[in-house]
């Protein structure tokens, strides 16, 4: 039930409700006189009632009860229905009068009677008009007894009579006039599959599910929680409930759905945005003068910076320069000095020996070289000149002790440009073979390209296994409790004893213990901690070379097709859930933060129907509940039973079900079989024209427990028939 031409934005608002939301009736007078029944439709989640007489209710309302306290008014408030629903305080208080499916508060149950015959305009002491009630399947004898006790007794009723809703419903879509069938109600709370023979209910071979509309709007409630922890506002359960109503849908083939939920060319068929309602900050919009003088003001303090630069630039110039001055002059005073003066203002002026001063002063004259070049934005690009080697080929024997020194200073610096040279010998090799590679790989591909391209994949390919595969075993590594630390943590314990032992421990040693506990465990981890820069660096390299060759030669790959994209943390399935494929996510973007992406969950929570186990739930699936009724029948009753496969009740309308129930009853059963489901007219209303088909029904008057019946029976008493529950015995 894939509609992708629908809009992918919608809203999700608290709905606001008129109060008060029922006006009384002025026109009791007409049913008054000819005693007209009331039927009410007693549901868990929606109580519908109205004059038996009339085509729809005169009222639908949520059977909910608030009990509170006006601060304003000082006064004590009861509201019912929609007006519990308008007011935050009595938002509040809302309780219901139900249990599940069953009836168990009954002084709220009392105040929605007493709302019900107020906006009927019943102003009578009692209410004298025959009841037509709907309850649940298998009601207990409990809550009718009370429920008797409240009509005959509260209210003065003179007759009541009960019935399941999805029967009343079952009978307002011609139902008595079939062989048998199986009734599915979607109840708010639970899901009832009722078998029918000849129009009447056959109670005890139901079966109930205990997944309903509350339990679907608190999964999807869940589900939005875990899948949206930081969202900024808070989901209401009304909202899920919502959400269910809306956007939910049963899958055909649960499986290939996920599937294309999975694959971004599909996902944005099934995929829907939630857009909560949010306020924008109040951004100031500054004026094109406001603008420029902005403009002026930072391009004066970045010329303030560069030339403040300058400045230190040439001050650090100009010292060098006097530096090397005084250095020149200390240096060339040697010749008319005394030479135990001339060493002694050597040290005075921080210098270990001649050596050091000339070394001194070539440093400082390169770097004002330097400075100067850059100042005229000379580029440098000269060669270094070979090292002096003029002592190195000398014997010591004839050297003085400082000739010695800068001897072995000499050959350092022959061996050191020695190596740059073979390094840089070897880069030019290098060079070559690459550019012949290059050429001989470029003539494989001009020869057979498709080939060419197929190589160049599974190349890449491998190196990607093998970086996952590196990734996995860190990964295990990093956990103390998988099997390829313990091996690692006990190979490395063998290693570092004094007596190692051999692979195959011998009987009756003790076991090694080592990371047993945490001490061992921070060694291992302090060990562990493998340089892997260089072998991921060139498997990075590798693999950018491979994805260029594919992008420059291969239509088919795709920047997004490239491993850095794919592992991107915006490219997984988490974040496609999350936040989608389009408009692209934008932390900064308020309206984007108080989205919603409902995708799988639309799929996910109603496919519990089908598979229980989902939530936990200990039960078989619908289908499989089906089946089980079916083959408690014999075999000619079967066939007219499949004939007629009936949905009603609220949670009945998702999409898709009906043809979800056929396609799996039919891939079960024989191929001739004859399966036939269809979804009442009205899966709200239904119930209440049933039952109000009922109730001006004369030849159903024998169902009803009068009141004469009450006082002489007690108020345990009730009367059978087949749109009603039964007393088992």
Not at 182 to 197: F, K, M, R
Not at 203 to 209: D, F, N, V, Y
Not at 403 to 409: A, G, I, L, N, P
Not at 428 to 446: F, I, S, T, Y
Request: hydrophobic fraction near 30%; include cysteine.
């Amino acid at each position: 039930m894939v509609e992708s031409g629908l809009p992918r934005f919608y809203g999700l608002e608290e709905k606001e409700y008129p109060v008060p939301y029922y006006s009384v009736r002025s026109d009791y007078r007409k049913y008054q006189t000819q005693s007209t029944p009331i039927v009410i439709d007693n549901g868990s989640n929606q109580c519908r009632a109205g004059w038996a007489t009339e085509h729809t209710p005169s009222m639908v309302f949520d059977s909910l009860v608030a009990k509170y306290k006006d601060k304003r008014s000082n006064t004590n408030v009861l509201s019912v229905g929609m007006d519990a629903l308008c007011d935050a305080t009595a938002k509040a208080s809302c309780r219901s009068p139900f249990d599940g499916h069953i009836v168990c508060d009954f002084d709220r149950m009392e105040t929605i009677l007493d709302y019900i015959f107020m906006v009927l305009g019943i102003s009578t002491t009692g209410v004298h008009h025959p009841i037509v009630m709907t309850e649940a399947v298998c009601n207990s004898q409990y809550s009718r007894r009370h429920m008797n006790e409240l009509l005959f007794e509260g209210y003065k009723v003179p007759s009541v009579a009960y019935g399941i809703d999805s029967l009343f419903s079952y009978h307002a879509n011609g139902g008595d006039s079939d062989d048998g069938g199986i009734v599915i109600s979607g109840g708010n709370s639970t899901t009832h599959i009722i078998p029918t023979i000849q129009g009447k209910g056959v109670l005890a071979k139901t079966k109930r599910m205990s997944y309903g509309g509350t339990q679907s709007s608190e999964y999807m409630l869940k589900l939005m929680q875990l899948k949206y922890p930081t969202f900024p506002t808070k989901m209401t359960s009304s909202q899920a409930q919502d959400l269910v109503k809306e956007h939910a849908f049963i899958a055909q083939d649960y499986q290939q759905t996920l599937k294309q939920i999975g694959d971004r060319n599909t996902f944005q068929d099934i995929d829907r945005i939630i857009q909560f309602p949010f306020t924008a900050p109040i951004v100031e919009e500054k004026t094109t003068e406001e603008l420029a003088r902005q403009a002026a003001k930072r391009e004066e303090n970045s010329k303030r910076l560069r030339e403040a630069a300058a400045k230190s630039r040439l001050e650090k110039l100009v010292l060098r320069e006097q530096q090397f001055e005084a250095f020149t002059t200390l240096k060339n005073a040697k010749r008319s000095t005394k030479k135990t003066d001339w060493i002694a203002q050597l040290k005075e002026s921080g210098f270990k020996d001649e050596t050091d001063l000339d070394d001194t002063i070539k440093q400082l004259d390169v770097a004002i070289q330097r400075a100067r070049n850059k100042e005229l934005g000379i580029e440098e690009n000269e060669e270094k000149e070979p090292p002096i080697t003029t002592l190195v080929d000398i014997p010591d024997d004839v050297l003085s002790e400082a000739d010695k020194k800068e001897k072995r200073k000499q050959k350092l610096m022959k061996a050191n440009y020695d190596a740059r040279q073979r390094a840089k010998k070897a880069k030019l090799e290098a060079k070559a073979r690459e550019e012949e590679g290059a050429r001989l790989e470029e003539q494989k591909r001009l020869d057979n390209p498709e080939s060419w391209v197929a190589e160049i994949k599974q190349k890449r390919q491998d190196v990607i296994d093998k970086i996952k595969k590196r990734k996995r075993l860190a990964s295990e590594l990093a956990d103390r409790r998988s099997r390829a630390s313990q091996l690692r943590m006990k190979s490395i314990a063998n290693l570092a004893s004094d007596s190692p032992t051999s692979k195959r421990r011998k009987r009756g040693n003790e076991e090694d213990t080592f990371g047993a506990d945490d001490d061992d465990w921070m060694i291992y981890r302090e060990i562990s901690r493998d340089d892997e820069s260089d072998e991921e660096e060139e498997d990075m390299s590798e693999l950018n070379q491979y994805e260029n060759l594919l992008l420059q030669y291969d239509p088919d790959f795709l920047p997004e097709h490239s491993y850095e994209s794919m592992s991107s943390p915006t490219n997984t399935l988490m974040h496609l859930l999350s936040r989608g494929i389009y408009p692209p996510f934008d932390p900064s973007d308020m309206g984007q933060t108080y989205q919603l992406h409902v995708n799988v969950e639309r799929v996910r929570v109603p496919e519990v129907l089908f598979e229980p186990s989902i939530i936990g739930l200990d039960q078989a699936g619908l289908v499989e509940t089906i089946n089980d009724i079916v083959r408690t029948f014999d075999s000619s009753q079967r066939d007219k039973i499949m004939k007629n496969i009936f949905l009603t009740g609220g949670f009945s309308q998702l999409p898709g079900l009906g043809d979800r129930i056929h396609s799996s009853l039919q891939s079960i059963y024989p191929a001739h079989s004859v399966i036939n489901v269809k979804k009442a007219r009205d899966v709200f209303l239904d119930a209440w024209r049933g039952a109000s088909m009922f109730a001006q029904d004369e030849s159903k008057k024998q169902y009803f427990v009068t009141r004469k019946e009450y006082e002489e029976y007690g108020s345990d008493y009730m009367k059978e028939h087949g749109l009603g529950n039964i007393i088992q015995k």
